[in-house]
């Protein structure tokens, strides 16, 4: 298992990237795969990976890999470190009211 | 003629020479297009980043549907061609871009200063340029985000640009003038290119390095000597250099556009790229003849680069690629299981060695043809 560090930039999550951090930590023990959480969060790959990062980059998530089958690459997993636990934990006071969710996917994901 | 017969040959060559070295695809591993276009964008990511490119790439790997692989591999694509760190590859492409847009912009001035007509043909020659500029655009911000290929690339399209204007003289008129020293030829389209590509090897530590550094200064040379023509073209119209007496200002303005097309964007581009590509070869070949190099140290601490490095540990894993390329097509370096049975793989080769062969000899005769002539 490897713990995604190095914290870059502070700014505060989109109301994609915390639908991902909710997803994550309805189980939060358990491993995801990308694409499973994409589907699950209705986000296409390319709005899901920028966010990925970005949360790894901040130290909210955790990341492992799967080794792949004979001749098949290996899998990344993922699943919110004590530190992205406790953000989501501290989210509903911090952000009520204050972000909808937002149903459009947005390219700005990817400029972090 | 000659010249250009022969970078032709060195490019096909080279093309079938690398389809050599690339086995096929092992039966367990999927090498469609969707793998493909994933496996060039996760190329593009930054070297901290490769393993998102691979994690992607291990997604797709498990989708089955045909549209499903096709929307992950846009998507990760996309991502991958957005993803931070820009930093300065994103100045250097924005500055490439303002070339390219300035040269085209130029084009148009000196077409109308000079009245050069707007009919079918100049419609079509402004498509052709257009393409031309953009696809050079687009080649150097894909350079550019390669790892270690900027700084030498843009040293070397600056070396390139510098030698052809010292040639001239730095004077409009002798830039446009046809060149009479009778070794710049050979030195401008053999001998600084080879500097390039050796550079660029020697720089990055690898054939790849050397010849992404001297694809990269074949298009910002060849930019930057376009936008140079095209002001001096601006600037001097039909005087400068002596032209057919018999022929109108704009039929030689028109002539002289067309050339800077042909020389820069062309030519220019084709000598250094195939030039500099076997130069950087040849010193990656003559620098494995020497002592071999330290092996890598695994990556420390906890990230996941830690993890991979940890995985390539392992015995039985594949080797980690060092120039931060991730492709999905597997190399006969790889030591990829599951390959094809040994009797294909020899009539594969055989047919690529006959068909190298005969590049090379379609190659020599047709040199010999335009030699031939007067």
Known sequence: MSRVSGVRRNRAPSAQAISVLRALAADPSRWRYGYDLATEVHMKSGSLYPILVRLADRGLLEATWEPGPEGRPPRHLYRLSAAGREYVAALPAARAGRTAPRLHLRWSEASY | ?374
């Open chain 2, 1 to 374: 003629m000659f010249v250009l017969v022969v970078l032709l040959a060195g490019i096909a060559v080279a093309l079938i020479r690398r389809r050599l070295q690339v086995a096929p695809a092992a039966p367990t591993a999927r090498d469609d297009t969707p793998a493909r276009l994933l496996g060039w964008a996760a190329g593009l990511l930054a070297a901290e980043q490769a393993e998102w490119g691979q994690a992607m790439l291990g997604e797709l790997d498990r989708l089955d549907a045909r549209a499903q692989r096709w929307r992950f591999a846009i998507g990760c694509a996309a991502a991958a061609l957005v993803l931070p760190p820009w930093g300065r590859a994103a100045a250097a492409a924005g500055a490439l871009a303002a070339v390219a847009a300035g040269g085209a912009g130029l084009f148009a001035y000196a077409h109308i200063r000079y009245g050069l007509g707007a009919d079918a043909g100049t419609w079509v020659w402004a498509a052709i340029l257009l393409a031309f500029l953009a696809d050079y655009t687009l080649t150097a911000s894909v350079l550019l985000r390669r790892s270690g290929a900027a700084g030498p690339g843009l040293a070397g399209g600056l070396f390139v640009a510098v030698a052809w204007l010292a040639v001239s003289g730095f004077t409009f008129a002798r830039f446009l003038a046809p060149i009479t020293w009778p070794w710049a030829r050979p030195l401008l389209l053999i001998a600084v290119p080879a500097v390039v590509g050796a550079g660029g090897t020697l720089r990055g530590g690898s054939a790849a390095a050397g010849r992404r550094a001297a694809r990269l200064a074949a298009v910002s040379a060849g930019l930057g000597l376009y936008l140079y023509g095209v002001i001096a073209v601006a600037a001097l119209g039909a005087g400068g250099p002596p032209h057919d007496e018999f022929r109108t200002v704009a039929s030689a303005v028109d002539d002289r556009l067309g050339n800077q097309v042909v020389f820069a964007l062309v030519l220019l581009r084709l000598a250094t790229a195939t030039v500099g590509w076997a130069a950087a070869a040849a010193t990656a070949r003559l620098r494995r003849a020497g002592p071999a190099p330290a092996l890598p140290l695994p990556a420390r601490g906890p990230g996941p680069a830690s993890a991979a490095a940890r995985r390539a540990a392992q015995p039985g894993s594949r080797p980690a690629r060092q120039d931060n390329l991730v492709s999905a097509r597997p190399h006969r370096s790889d030591g990829a299981p599951g390959g094809i049975p040994a009797a294909a793989a020899r009539r594969r080769r055989t047919v690529y060695l006959l068909l190298l062969c005969a590049t090379v000899a379609a190659a020599v005769l047709l040199a010999f043809i335009s030699w031939l002539r007067p």
